[in-house]
């Protein structure tokens, strides 16, 4: 089913399918964004450290999140643009072994000046199998109905 702005309500929510992080996500993250951190990369210096293993790069969850998102389907015929990141927040480590699942939910719609696109508000939180590990606002412009 496509979606576009008039099928969007405040008050929506979307959950995803889960996903499970693994070394190989962390690895490729360290490589390709040069974050090599021992409290990521090393087990022995992690051992000793604050959390006592080795945590995902916190920025590994977004990523993980828009893509567990991209998975329902629900935005991908009707995106125009992101407009932004707010208030991301990091709440808990991210670990090797945690099966996280994106939690999307409509804030507020409103149409563009040109009205020929909306606006969506959307809150996403990342869950793992306990408890909300990381959240915040992305914002988004979307199409509307053709013929609307």
């Not at 945590?55 to 992101?82: D, T, Y």
């Not at 208030?87 to 945690?98: C, N």
């Not at 915040?136 to 013929?147: K, T």
């Amino acid at each position: 089913m496509a979606y576009y702005f008039e099928d969007f309500q405040p008050g929506q929510v979307f959950l995803s399918q889960g996903r499970t992080i693994t070394e190989s996500d962390i690895v490729s993250f360290a490589g390709w964004s040069w974050d090599t951190n021992p409290v990521h990369t090393d087990a022995q210096s992690a051992e000793h450290g604050r959390f006592g293993d080795r945590i995902a790069h916190g920025l590994l969850g977004l990523p993980v999140a828009m893509g567990l998102a991209s998975r329902l389907g629900v935005f991908e015929s009707c995106s125009i643009a992101l407009l932004g990141i707010d208030g991301w927040q990091f709440r808990r480590p991210l670990w090797v072994g945690d099966t996280v699942r994106c939690r999307g939910e409509i804030l507020a719609t409103r149409l563009t000046s040109k009205e020929d696109a909306g606006i969506l508000r959307r809150r996403f939180t990342l869950l793992n199998q306990r408890e909300e590990v990381q959240a915040g606002e992305i914002g988004l412009m979307v199409s509307r109905r053709p013929g609307a």
